[in-house]
């Protein structure tokens, strides 16, 4: 049998892409809230699953600006409906976390919209629509212009004692 070199097979990593954000928002540091635990989408932030940086605007308002690599395809060409849906997940309940709220996630609804092209950079916007005992409810959407990819309702639940 022939030896396998290191290099056979590997993907090479992509080239560096443009992340930054809106005139006025201000960068967010998502770590010094919850800590280094997201690393399924926020962990390779040069690598070619995801690639993310999180802002938030004058309103306090929590925005994604990402990244969707070749490691996140599903259908040909195009991001896989569980990438698109943990990125909601963890941009919607971090805006949850944001916005003061100790939470989970314990329901999340989304809407497959359009296909995503891979290598693309869109954003998520978030919004933190109800807080009612420990419910907090917070919609998002992910777009690029005029082209909505996703949109999604997630019910988060507050932890106790946090
Ligand atoms: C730590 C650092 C993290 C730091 C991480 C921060 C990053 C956030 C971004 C990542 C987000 C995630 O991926 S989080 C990971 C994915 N999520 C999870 O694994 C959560 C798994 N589920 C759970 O742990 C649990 O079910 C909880 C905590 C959500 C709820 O359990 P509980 O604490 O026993 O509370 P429980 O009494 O059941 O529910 C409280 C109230 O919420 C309602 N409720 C609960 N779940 C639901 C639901 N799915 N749909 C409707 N309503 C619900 C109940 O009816 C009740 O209403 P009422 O009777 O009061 O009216």
């Not at 988060?156 to 004692?161: H, K, N, Q, S």
Request: glycine share 12%; charged share 20%; hydrophobic share 40%.
């Amino acid at each position: 049998m022939s030896e396998t070199s290191p290099q056979q097979g590997a993907e090479s990593i992509c080239p560096p892409v443009d992340l930054s954000g809106d005139a006025g928002w201000v960068p967010f540091d998502a770590p010094s809230l919850v800590g280094e635990s997201l690393r399924f989408v926020s962990g390779e932030p040069d690598g070619n699953r995801f690639r993310v940086r999180y802002y938030r605007d004058s309103e306090q308002h929590l925005h994604a600006r990402i990244w969707f690599g070749p490691e996140t395809e599903g259908p040909p060409g195009h991001a896989h409906g569980g990438a698109v849906s943990a990125v909601m997940d963890e941009a919607l309940g971090l805006a949850a976390w944001a916005a003061g709220y100790p939470i989970v996630v314990g329901n999340l609804n989304i809407s497959f919209r359009t296909m995503l092209p891979l290598q693309k950079v869109v954003t998520v916007e978030s919004r933190v629509v109800s807080a009612q005992g420990r419910k907090v409810m917070v919609h998002g959407r992910l777009f690029c212009g005029d082209a909505v990819y996703a949109e999604g309702e997630c019910l988060c639940i507050t932890l106790p004692g946090r």
